[in-house]
Nanobody
Framework: QVQLVESGGGLVQAGGSLRLSCAAS????????MGWFRQVAGKEREFVAA????????RYADSVKGRFTISRDNAKQTVYLQMNSLKPEDTAVYYC?????????????????WGQGTQVTVSS
């Protein structure tokens, strides 16, 4: 059974940093493309970042380019999202998602497995 567990969310002031982690189990992690999405209550979930199975490719939403960095450690079966220069508009629930044996996608529907999410709140 695939399980994705996010951690690292919290409350931070604008301009601050947080690092989210997503620990995976029950899947051959090194064969999965991993992504981060976020959702504000009442709005659709949106793509944030994704990384290929071997870290060879990454992709970011325009809104986070230059501020967020996605990385992974296949030995630890964990994907990370380093978030710097945080803004109030980054406030959302952040979700980790896994896509088996396929390339990077920004489309929510292309990811089969999802975590429960972690809340990030950025105060102004």
């Amino acid at each position: 059974q695939v399980q994705l567990v996010e951690s690292g969310g919290g409350l931070v002031q604008a301009g601050g940093s947080l690092r989210l982690s997503c620990a995976a189990s029950g899947l051959p992690f090194s064969r999965y493309t991993m992504g981060w999405f976020r959702q504000v209550a009442g709005k659709e979930r949106e793509f944030v970042a994704a990384i290929s199975w071997n870290s060879g490719s990454t992709r970011y939403a325009d809104s986070v380019k230059g501020r967020f960095t996605i990385s992974r450690d296949n030995a630890k079966q964990t994907v990370y999202l380093q978030m710097n220069s945080l803004k109030p508009e980054d406030t959302a629930v952040y979700y980790c998602a896994a896509r088996f044996f396929a390339g990077i996608s920004t489309t929510e529907g292309n990811y089969r497995d999802w975590g429960q999410g972690t809340q990030v709140t950025v105060s102004s």
